[in-house]
């Protein structure tokens, strides 16, 4: 067994020894070499808090297995004052908070180095990623102050003159420049090259598989960018099924929500929607959204929404919005929609008649991915909207504003436990109403207990909240407490409604089971087991 050697090291008088003290080192060595290597470090270590003078006096050997050292550490630096000529870009200085004068620049002598990587950052930053800070003809000014010229080696700087995708070749280009804010002919800054790649993790459909990488020639700069194409394309559907009231039959009810996203490598998004319900109401949306047109931000959306109410009416939307993608996290929006309502009775009423309305619309969008997470793939979800407009029907034209809200957030509070708050409203604001424009609502996406559609209302507003569990990595409970309230004016209606219940969630090759229990009351009325509704949903992605 090979014998240690231990260390002890002083300085020239008590305090010094304090002070080596002070910063440690390692006392006990399996070779004499790196015994060496540890009195040289400390040596680095002590030039660096300003005893610059700092030497080795001697090391001698005490016994067979004790080696002792003397370092002289002389008088300590304060302060180090560093002069530039006229070429320098004394502004960098201020932008680092430098305490400059006009000239020169002091820094306690403990912040040097990090003070100068600091520096030398900034001046890669603007391009030049091969530049080089030199401190020359350094001397001692005082006893606690030494002064020194910086020389800075600049050399060509540096464009990205070619960005190129490696592993997903297909990926929109218009993604590299809006999305990414990646552009050909920028300043190179691999700090900030590094920070815009991160912003692929935002996106559904693509990935990043590692750090990009540069190549640099002698008259080039070539950027690439490692990506991996996602499955994003889902198909969710619900099952429901609860106990009819009057006939005390059992009834179900259901929905089918398909969305296709960059099927065509353009990072568009096609969504079919269909669901009919237990009071014999079927709606059928179809949806397309085309982002960065013709390269620019500015994306299209379209959309047509059809609903009719068993042989009541049957109401057409068509909608087109033209958006900006501000950045990868905030869009706004304009645009016009227009609605067509069929009245199926044979005679109108005062309620319920044919009109033609049309909305001109603004639009804003903030979403907070947090994609890491496969159950729950968004942390923040903002969207409002507002439109102005007017409804035309056979007896007058009336002036309406529309607002619309769908905000959710949760709430990580750690591995396992999560709270989850959704707010969703709608308000129609107009002097009179017809049955066959008021915004319908209640279910499983909305307050859950009641039948899907079944309350009517020109103003609600409904909060979901759930506090959620995971007992894996893919199974979760969860809590259901939902509260709403509304308004409907043509039958002078104001109520408050409650919603509990709990759920469960399953993550399977297939996709996200989900099944919800749930039972609601109104302000007025008790709970009843009966009317409690049982919902079943799987999210499939491929």
Wanted: no cysteine; aromatic share 12%; proline share 1%.
């Amino acid at each position: 067994m090979a014998q240690t050697i231990n260390l002890k090291i002083r300085g020239e008088n008590e305090a010094s020894t304090q002070i080596i003290d002070s910063i440690g080192y390692l006392k006990t060595y399996k070779n004499y070499n790196r015994l060496q290597t540890e009195i040289t470090s400390l040596k680095d270590k002590l030039t660096k808090r300003g005893f610059i003078d700092t030497s080795i006096s001697k090391i001698t050997r005490q016994n067979d297995s004790l080696f002792e050292a003397q370092l002289i550490l002389g008088n300590r630096i304060e302060t180090i004052r560093i002069y530039y000529d006229s070429t320098f870009n004394s502004d960098l200085l201020e932008s680092l908070s430098f305490n400059s004068t006009e000239g020169f620049f002091e820094l306690h002598i403990t912040e040097l180095e990090t003070y100068l990587k600091t520096l030398n950052s900034t001046i890669a930053e603007q391009g030049d990623p091969f530049s080089t800070l030199q401190l020359i003809n350094i001397s001692k000014s005082t006893s606690t102050l030494i002064s020194a010229d910086l020389k800075v080696v600049t050399h060509q700087k540096r464009r990205i003159d070619k960005i190129i995708i490696k592993g997903y070749e297909k990926f929109p280009k218009s993604y590299v420049k809006h999305f990414l804010k990646l552009k050909t002919g920028k300043s190179f800054n691999l700090n900030d090259i590094k920070a815009k790649i991160e912003l692929l993790n935002d996106l559904r459909f693509a990935s990043k598989i590692k750090e990009p990488e540069v190549l640099f020639t002698k008259d080039s700069t070539t950027l690439y960018i490692y990506v991996e194409k996602s499955r994003t394309n889902n198909f969710d559907g619900f099952l429901g099924f609860g106990t009819n009231e009057d006939t005390n039959k059992i009834e179900f009810d259901g929905y089918m929500d398909l969305r296709l996203i960059n099927n065509l490598n353009y990072g568009e998004t096609l969504n079919l929607f269909y669901k009919s319900d237990e009071i014999d109401q079927q709606t059928f949306n179809v949806d397309a959204d085309l982002p960065y047109l013709f390269g620019t931000p500015i994306g299209l959306q379209v959309g047509l929404n059809i609903f009719r109410k068993d042989s009541t009416f049957l109401n057409a939307e068509q909608y087109a919005k033209i958006n900006y993608q501000i950045n990868a996290q905030h869009k706004v929006g304009v645009g016009i929609t227009s609605t067509t309502s069929t009245n199926l009775l044979e005679n109108d009423t005062d309620i319920l008649n044919d009109y033609k309305s049309s909305y001109y619309t603004v639009h804003y969008n903030y979403t907070k991915p947090q994609l890491y997470d496969p159950l729950f793939p968004i942390n923040f979800w903002f969207d409002f909207s507002a439109g102005l407009g007017d409804r035309t029907d056979d007896i007058s034209t009336q002036k309406q504003n529309v607002f619309e809200l769908e905000t959710y957030k949760i709430f990580n509070l750690n591995n396992r436990n999560s709270i989850y708050t959704r707010l969703n409203g709608a308000l129609l604001a107009s002097d009179n109403y017809l049955d066959n424009e008021l915004f319908r609502f209640g279910g499983i996406n909305s307050i859950r207990g009641f039948e899907e559609n079944s309350l009517v209302a020109n103003l609600f507003g409904v909060l979901n909240t759930e506090y959620r569990y995971r007992l894996s990595s893919t199974i979760f409970v969860h809590s259901v407490l939902d509260a709403a309230y509304f308004e409907n004016q043509l039958t002078n209606n104001k109520e408050k409604l409650f919603g509990f219940g709990f759920g469960l969630g399953l993550l399977t090759n297939a996709g996200l089971f989900r099944l919800n229990y749930s039972s609601g009351k109104t302000e007025s009325t008790s709970f009843k087991l009966s009317d409690s509704k049982v919902h079943l949903s799987l999210t499939a992605t491929f």
